[in-house]
């Protein structure tokens, strides 16, 4: 998601409008340091790989899916991170801050 345009909500203030547009704000986080993920068409290692992110990357996450469990440098997960159309990447390496979803469900 990304904020491009406001709404005025029915009968609001400046703060309500200002408030609704931070929850709808995509927050980018950081893949793990050292490693180059891969980005695959769905919520699996068995879906392909689309792209690989460099290293050093931050990604911006849509919504979060459970998915194929993966060990990573951020532990076990089976949630993956959906950062664009038909794009995926295993939530156990990208630092959330936290071990469960930090997203709406896809």
Do not use: H
Not at 66 to 92: E, F, H, K, L, R
Request: net charge neutral; proline share 5%.
């Amino acid at each position: 998601m990304s904020v491009d345009r406001t709404q005025d909500i029915a009968g609001g203030d400046e703060k309500s409008t200002v408030t609704a547009m931070a929850a709808t704000a995509a927050r980018s986080y950081p893949v793990a340091p050292g490693y180059r993920l891969n980005v695959r068409s769905g919520p699996g290692t068995g879906y392909s790989i689309v792209r690989v992110l460099s290293e050093g990357a931050e990604v911006r996450i849509n919504c979060q899916t459970p998915g194929t469990w993966v060990s990573g440098p951020y532990g076990t997960s089976n949630i993956w991170d959906n950062i664009g159309s038909g794009q995926y990447v295993s939530d156990a390496y990208v630092r959330t801050g936290s071990d469960g979803y930090v997203a709406s469900r896809c």
